[in-house]
C-alpha cells in the first residue's frame, strides 16, 4: 500500500487540475462560439 501524501500536495494537484479543465472547457467553448457565429477559429 502507498504512503498517502502530504495535504498541501493533494490541494495543489487538486487545484491545478481544476484550472487545466477549466483552460480546455474554454478554449471548446470559444471554438464553438465561433462555429455558432459562422466565423472559422483558425
Do not use: F, H, W
Not at 17 to 24: E, F, I, K, L, T
Not at 32 to 39: D, F, S, V
Request: aromatic fraction near 2%.
Amino acid at each position: 500500500m502507498n504512503a498517502p501524501l502530504p495535504l498541501k500536495i493533494t490541494q495543489e494537484t487538486a487545484a491545478r487540475a481544476y484550472d487545466d479543465v477549466a483552460r480546455v472547457s474554454n478554449e471548446v467553448a470559444g471554438r464553438l462560439a465561433c462555429k455558432a457565429g459562422g466565423r472559422n477559429s483558425r
